[in-house]
C-alpha cells in the first residue's frame, strides 16, 4: 500500500501576500513566522532583491490537518474560468432551509472580506453558492 503524500494548493496571482491574507481569514489558516534570522516578513521581503520581493506568500491550517496554500505572483491575469476551485465545507450535515441559512451566513461573512457572490443554487434540499475571491478565483460554499 503506497503512502499518503502531504500536498499544497498553489494559486497563480498577481498579489500574494494579499490573496493569502484573504484565504487565511475565509478557512482559519495562519502565516507562518518568517524565516529565521528576520523579526517580520517585511524584514525578510526587503532582504531579497527587488524583483524577488512581494513575488510569493504562503498560509497554513493551524492544525496541520488542511494543505498548505502558496500564492505566487504572475505576470499574467487570469483569463477563464478556474479548471479547479476549492469547496468551502460549511453545511457537512445539514439538509434544507437549515443548510441554506449555513452557507448564508458563510456568504455574509466573506462579502466584507472582498468575496463576490456569484448566485445561490438551491434544490429545496441541497445548496452551493459559488463565489469569488478578490482575485477572481472561483470557489464555493458547500
Known sequence: MTSIKKFQVTFDC????RLARFWCEVLGYVVPPPPEGFATWGDFKRSL????QDAWFACSDPS???PRLYFQRVPEGKAAKNRLHLDVRVGTGLVGEERLAALEAECARLVPLGAVHVRTLYDGNDSCI??????GNEFCID
Do not use: H, L
Open 14 to 17: 498577481a498579489e500574494p501576500e
Open 49 to 52: 532583491p527587488t524583483e524577488q
Open 64 to 66: 496541520g490537518v488542511g
Open 130 to 135: 459559488p463565489m469569488q475571491d478578490i482575485e
